[in-house]
């Protein structure tokens, strides 16, 4: 069974602040899927990345990065320079390589950046 | 360049009654999701189609729980007698086949049902 825990429920930061979100998951599968994605108070959630477990290489988006690491079953993100407009829920999430690839999220994380 | 769509955005029903949603997703995804979100916590697998065929069941739908997907185009979830532990919002989510785009899954904006 596949499990992600993010054990930061909330987060309340300055704008312009730099914030990581943290995520850690556990899978026995060697092939998986891991995602980030965003839900605004307008509740649809919103795909900003996913990372395959053979590519361990960190990514950044713009203002966005994230740092993948198998040996601590770690993928956390990154947020720098926060602005309000990222207020939001972000959700982990997991699938793996086989017939139907659902997701299995964690509980999110509310971040809120204030002005 | 159309996202998913889900209809009703909100319904609100009286306990026992029945209650449909519909879900349109992406047009080239050949796969659909649906998933249910309780108040605080992440969404959670309820059912999966790959063209018209349902493929896998969470063990969260209960027999009052039903979804199709005729022709493998828009899909409904119906619940039969509804009860107030059903109050959650249902997303849709769908997908192409590996190998045929990108593997994401891509969320309507949900249906938020309340029973009273």
């Known amino acids: 069974a596949q499990k992600v825990t993010q054990a930061q429920t909330e987060i309340s930061v300055v704008e312009k602040e730099d914030v990581t979100l943290d995520c850690v998951y556990e899978t026995r599968d060697t092939t998986y899927y891991l995602f980030w994605y965003k839900q605004p108070p307008s509740g649809e959630l919103v795909f900003l990345i996913r990372?395959?477990?053979?590519?361990?290489q960190n990514e950044i988006s713009g203002r966005y990065s994230w740092n993948f690491q198998k040996s601590t079953s770690s993928f956390n993100f990154t947020i720098t320079a926060s602005q309000v407009v990222d207020s939001a829920v972000y959700f982990c999430a997991l699938s793996v390589a086989g017939a139907n690839s659902k997701l299995t999220f964690g509980k999110g994380i509310t971040l809120s950046v204030r002005p | 360049d159309t996202g998913v769509s889900q209809d009703p955005r909100h319904k609100i029903t009286k306990r026992g009654q029945n209650v449909t949603f519909r879900c349109d997703p992406i047009?080239?995804?050949?796969?659909l999701y649906w998933y249910r979100q309780t108040l605080g916590q992440g969404p959670e697998f309820l059912t999966y189609?790959?063209?018209?065929?349902?493929?896998?069941k969470s063990r969260l739908l209960s027999d009052r729980f039903s979804a199709e997907r005729p022709k493998g185009s828009f899909s409904t979830l119906e619940i039969q007698r509804t009860e107030q532990g059903d109050s959650a919002m249902y997303l849709c989510?769908?997908?192409?086949?590996?190998?045929?785009?990108?593997?994401?899954?891509?969320f309507g904006p949900g249906t938020r049902l309340t029973v009273t």
């Open positions: 990372r395959n477990s053979f590519d361990e």
């Open positions: 189609f790959q063209n018209e065929a349902q493929l896998e």
């Open positions: 047009s080239e995804h050949n796969r």
């Open positions: 989510a769908s997908s192409a086949l590996p190998g045929q785009g990108t593997y994401e899954q891509y």
